[in-house]
């Protein structure tokens, strides 16, 4: 099972940068940019939330979950 962030897909549909979502959220870019490639561990809600708010979306859009071997 593993988490796939689409935060890349979120960002391109606003037309955002990272580094203009970093500055808007108050987290770094290199820490935005761990959390985009799906090498973070974890995440805070309050993160979430912030990036949400920001992007006009839900976690969901940002987050999918999936299991091992499903390859859609």
Do not use: W, Y
């Amino acid at each position: 099972m593993s988490i796939i962030v689409n935060l890349d897909v979120m960002l391109a549909k606003r037309k955002m940068k990272l580094q203009d979502l970093a500055e808007a959220i108050g987290i770094t870019v290199q820490n935005l940019s761990i959390l985009k490639t799906g090498k973070a561990k974890a995440i805070r809600f309050s993160t979430l939330i912030s990036i949400c708010d920001h992007l006009d979306c839900q976690p969901g859009d940002i987050l999918e979950f999936r299991k091992i071997g499903d390859q859609s």
